[in-house]
């Protein structure tokens, strides 16, 4: 029993009530994002707002018994609880019915269930499970096969479901190794690859190669501080790009320039390889692997987006980038967020008062574009309250995953606070427009029970584990 009375005493109550007050706020936006003058009472379960309030009373009811379980049990079961999930991801692609294009729902009723928002936290728990383990090294290659294998699999699954933001949710995961160890080396290939891929869509390819070629030699000139060895490289380089052009002249002009850079890109890696083999120059190898490999991602880039992504999330990324201009269509969704926002001014419109909210000019006011309903209503004071509440316990939960005793605890912490992050930062920039729209939810304010639940119970274990810190093994 005192070990019971312990547990309650050593909750971190300060997330739970920062938890409550966005649950609380959420709620009310979802009323103001669908308000109807005929169902006025927001008890009212026929509305969406009544049966998120029922949505509500079940999450404190899961919560509850989260704490109240042992927690030792999520450490126990991590791998089942991520085996079941991982089972429902494979039954839901062949069972499932298909909403807003997306085939991940089990419909039972008048009751949906999606098993990808539940996935998140299955995920956590599995990666913290192994990488908490006696013999887990991160360096080691078995291991990280292993990580990826735990990473991709629901990943794999959702995009399957055609749920591609939920898919690109995991990608997030990369913090969480990062802060155990994974050199800054792979974190600056994500950011250079993320680069390439957004240049490649807006920038001409012999453009973009022509300033790889240029900055590989920049880069080599600086690491080697040798300027008459710089100066020799540079007429090879020089040497080479006359004669693939004379090549060119002789085949009367029939070659792109694209593919002139190409060959001479071929060749500058053939003649950079064999230089560096002969003078022992090792490390240069691996400039050379980023140039080639950078060099065929940027001309794999039209390929992937013409070919594996749907015509719909083509013409999101090209009204963001601004290559196409479609306010009708493709970016109606967004330029109406922006419109509802920018509406809000300082103060707001007041509750219950946005025009663009009451007249529903943004499609998925309640789910993906719930902000706007905050920005609209409540202005940029409302706007930026809610941020900092989010900020706050963003804050509040690294500041608990570093204190933590046990790796477990710890490693399922960051990835909390990185899931959330991630649906933070992307659900926002959605409806501000600085990123393109994938359709996930904003954590605790989206309608939808399966959202909320899954939040919840990814918060809320941690908050159990971190409850039993202090009997934690090292």
């Not at 019971?4 to 966005?22: A, C, E, F, G």
């Not at 927001?42 to 927690?71: M, P, V």
């Not at 809610?386 to 204190?403: G, K, Q, S």
């Amino acid at each position: 029993m005192a070990s019971r009375k312990n547990i309650w005493l050593n909750i971190d109550w300060v997330s739970v009530l920062l938890y409550t007050i966005l649950v609380f706020l959420g709620w009310v936006n979802i009323y103001a994002a669908v308000f109807n003058e005929e169902y006025n009472s927001i008890f009212d379960i026929s509305q969406r707002y009544g049966k998120q309030l029922i949505w509500i009373g079940a999450a404190f009811i899961i919560a509850f018994f989260i704490l109240i379980t042992e927690s030792r049990f999520y450490q126990f079961f991590a791998y089942p609880i991520y085996g079941f999930i991982i089972f429902l991801l494979v039954t839901v692609l062949f069972l499932g019915t298909e909403v807003n294009g997306a085939k991940s729902w089990f419909i039972i009723g008048n009751v949906g269930f999606q098993p990808s928002e539940f996935a998140k936290f299955a995920t956590g728990l599995a990666l913290a499970k192994y990488m908490s383990s006696h013999n887990f090294k991160l360096q080691n290659f078995r291991s990280f096969g292993i990580i990826a294998a735990i990473l991709l699999i629901p990943s794999l699954l959702i995009f399957l479901q055609n749920d591609t933001g939920s898919a690109l949710v995991y990608v997030v995961f990369i913090l969480v190794l990062y802060r155990e160890g994974l050199s800054g080396i792979v974190l600056f290939f994500g950011v250079l690859a993320v680069t390439l891929f957004v240049l490649a869509l807006v920038v001409d390819n012999a453009l973009l190669i022509a300033i790889m070629i240029t900055s590989a030699l920049v880069i080599f000139y600086f690491i080697r501080h040798k300027r008459k060895f710089f100066l020799k490289v540079l007429l090879i380089v020089l040497s080479v790009c006359g004669a693939v052009l004379l090549v060119n002249l002789l085949l009367s002009n029939k070659s792109r320039i694209e593919d002139i850079l190409i060959v001479l890109s071929l060749l500058l890696a053939i003649t950079f390889l064999i230089f560096s083999i002969r003078l022992r120059l090792y490390s240069y190898v691996l400039l050379l692997l980023v140039f080639i490999s950078s060099v065929i991602f940027t001309l794999s880039v039209d390929y992937v987006f013409e070919n594996m992504l749907g015509d719909y999330q083509q013409d999101r990324i090209n009204n963001l980038l601004g290559i196409k201009s479609d306010p009708h269509g493709a970016g109606w969704n967004v330029n109406q967020s922006k419109i509802a926002i920018g509406s809000g001014g300082f103060n707001g419109k007041g509750f219950l008062n946005g025009t663009q909210t009451k007249f529903d000019f943004v499609p998925e006011q309640s789910t993906d574009f719930i902000f706007c309903t905050v920005g609209e209503e409540w202005g940029f004071l409302g706007a930026s309250f809610i941020v900092i509440l989010f900020l706050a316990l963003l804050l509040r939960l690294l500041w608990l995953a570093e204190r933590q005793r046990s790796a477990f605890a710890r490693i399922y912490g960051y990835s909390v606070t990185s899931i959330l992050f991630f649906h933070f930062v992307v659900n926002i920039g959605m409806t501000i427009g600085l990123v393109p729209v994938i359709g996930i939810p904003l954590p605790f304010f989206s309608y939808g029970g399966s959202s909320l639940w899954s939040f919840t119970i990814l918060l809320f274990i941690f908050f159990r584990l971190d409850a039993n810190r202090l009997q934690q093994n090292l």
